[in-house]
């Protein structure tokens, strides 16, 4: 199944004691391009704020730098950011790039963040951790 992977369910993944390799496995996970950027500088925030140590933000990076999640970017997936934020009314298209890209892909949303799951319910499928 294809799922979609927000920076939030990344994040949770790859600091988790298993890795994001398991979830991989198991599903064709796809992002947006901007998941890299926004979860290499939560990593480096956390790590910055000594939340995490700097050898679990090193395996974390690492984790995310080698994990099977394809890459998408381009004027379709800005198109259906664009879209989702109009049709949300949200001024900032970086959390709709992932629930633009969702609904093009027909495919549900993993997220962790409660916020976006409850604004983007009607229009994409979401899931948590333990539907997966």
Do not use: C, Q
Not at 21 to 29: E, V
């Amino acid at each position: 199944m294809i799922v979609v992977l927000d920076s939030s369910a990344a994040l949770y993944e790859l600091v988790s004691n298993v890795g994001i390799d398991d979830l991989a496995r198991r599903h064709d996970l796809v992002a947006p391009a901007l998941l890299w950027s926004e979860v290499t500088s939560v990593l480096n925030e956390l790590r910055w704020r000594g939340e995490i140590s700097e050898e679990l933000a090193d395996l974390a990076f690492a984790r995310l730098l080698s994990a099977h999640i394809a890459r998408r970017s381009g004027a379709a997936v800005f198109r259906a950011a664009g879209y989702v934020a109009a049709e949300l009314g949200w001024a900032k298209t970086y959390d709709a790039e992932f629930v633009g890209l969702a609904r093009s892909l027909d495919a549900p949303l993993y997220s962790r963040d409660a916020r976006l799951v409850r604004g983007v319910r009607d229009i994409v499928r979401t899931v948590g951790p333990d539907e997966l």
